[in-house]
């Protein structure tokens, strides 16, 4: 009798565990959604505000760029130190990632698109900003020329200033470097980002054309194309063509860098909602499941200890 007493105690007390265990991880996961649920809160403001930026800047964009496909075209800029291809060199990168995770493949995306070029074979250096990229090159050991983190959200084109000299800068005073190219996330649409690359020097006409036909997005009040139709413009260069481009081209390579910021910030916010939207209905779904689950052991654990009893009760007589 006291050995049957004993089972029957030592059953509810396993039971009573496992109840417990379920309920714990009831708690713990509509505690998890909550927090998902702000940082989708929080994201959606960013995101909002990135967009309004990044689309606002466009036409400003645009018509940067198309100043630059004008002056890439004269025979006057030809010889610039910035537009002379070169024949042999590495390629210095421009990676563009976040600071923060749980931003879904944002990041990943662009460090893939490193990847495929090491894959290739082709020697490089990198300029990272953002945690992430500097992350990733000290993990898979690249050379980092520079680094810049904790790049805010309000980014303007003086923010951009210091990265696009020092570009400029290993562009100019190295042969080292054949090449200068960007990679960022193209924001499309909310939950749409492309990562991208664009080569940035030596100034190519055609690739400045293909940057501008991105520029616009693909649906939405913004969509509209507001940039006036291409128009032939004679230019009349003073005092000389050497001073007006040492001016103006350092200028254009900056807006195109502070495009690409612009495009990484609307499309890192982008992706945080949609990825914290996702776990926090993905929560609701957990949280759902464990409560029917714990009901049923609940209730099994009724009526095993009910049978149990009445077992006991039929043993002592």
Do not use: C, W
Request: proline share 3%.
């Amino acid at each position: 009798m006291a050995k049957l007493k004993v089972i029957i105690i030592s059953s509810l007390i396993l039971q009573n565990m496992a109840l417990k265990q379920i309920k714990n991880k009831i708690i713990s996961t509509k505690k998890t959604g909550k927090v998902t649920k702000a940082m989708e809160s929080v994201s959606a403001v960013k995101m909002r505000k990135s967009q309004e930026r990044a689309f606002l800047a466009r036409p400003y964009v645009h018509s940067a760029l198309k100043i630059l496909s004008h002056v890439a075209q004269s025979e006057a800029v030809q010889s610039h130190a910035l537009v002379v291809r070169r024949a042999d060199g590495k390629t210095l990168l421009v990676v563009i990632t976040s600071d923060k995770g749980l931003a879904g493949s944002v990041n990943s995306a662009v460090l893939k698109k490193v990847e495929e070029l090491e894959a290739t074979g082709t020697a490089f250096d990198m300029i990272a900003v953002g945690r992430k990229a500097v992350e990733f090159a000290a993990r898979e050991k690249i050379t980092v020329l520079s680094h810049y983190t904790n790049v805010g959200d309000e980014v303007t084109v003086e923010n951009v200033y210091e990265i696009t000299s020092a570009v400029i800068e290993a562009y100019k005073n190295a042969t080292t470097y054949a090449k200068v190219e960007v990679i960022y996330q193209n924001f499309l649409s909310t939950f749409e980002q492309e990562a991208t690359m664009r080569q940035v020097l030596p100034l190519v006409p055609a690739e400045v054309h293909f940057m501008m036909r991105g520029i616009r997005p693909r649906h939405g009040k913004f969509s509209d194309d507001v940039v006036p139709p291409d128009a032939v413009i004679d230019h009349t260069i003073e005092p000389d063509a050497q001073t007006v481009f040492d001016a103006l081209i350092p200028q254009l390579i900056q807006i195109i860098v502070f495009h690409a910021f612009l495009e990484s910030k609307a499309s890192e916010h982008s992706a945080r909602m949609v990825a914290m939207k996702n776990a926090t209905d993905k929560s609701k779904e957990v949280a759902k499941f464990l409560t029917l689950k714990y009901n049923k052991a609940r209730q099994a654990a009724i009526t095993a200890e009910v049978a149990e009893i009445t077992g006991g009760m039929e043993a002592m007589k």
